[in-house]
Nanobody
Framework: QVQLVESGGGLVQAGDSLNLSCIVS????????MGWFRQAPGKERQFVTY???????VYADSVQGRFTISRDNAKSTVYLQMNSLKPEDTAVYYC????????????????WGQGTQVTVSS
């Protein structure tokens, strides 16, 4: 059974940074594309970024230049470094995994974490 566990969320002020982590267990981490998505209250879940099994990265326009995704296959962990945070970044952040696929579509991801709350105050 594949399990994803996010951590690192919290309450910060605008302009601050956070580093989220997502540890994957029970699966074949090196062959997964790993995505980060977020969902604000009353809104649909939206794509943030993904990193492929070859470490190719893609970002949503809203986070390009501020967020950085990375992975450590030895630790089965994907990270999301978030800098220059804005109040509109406030959301629950989810990591997700899909095998050998590049996609921004959340419905294409097979495995999901429980989410971690990020709140950015102005």
């Amino acid at each position: 059974q594949v399990q994803l566990v996010e951590s690192g969320g919290g309450l910060v002020q605008a302009g601050d940074s956070l580093n989220l982590s997502c540890i994957v267990s029970g699966g074949s981490f090196p062959i997964y594309s790993m995505g980060w998505f977020r969902q604000a209250p009353g809104k649909e879940r939206q794509f943030v970024t993904y990193i492929t099994w070859t470490s190719r990265t893609v970002y949503a326009d809203s986070v390009q230049g501020r967020f950085t995704i990375s992975r450590d296959n030895a630790k089965s962990t994907v990270y999301l470094q978030m800098n220059s945070l804005k109040p509109e970044d406030t959301a629950v952040y989810y990591c997700a995994a899909v095998q050998f696929k590049e996609t921004m579509r959340n419905e294409a991801y097979h495995y999901w974490g429980q989410g971690t709350q990020v709140t950015v105050s102005s």
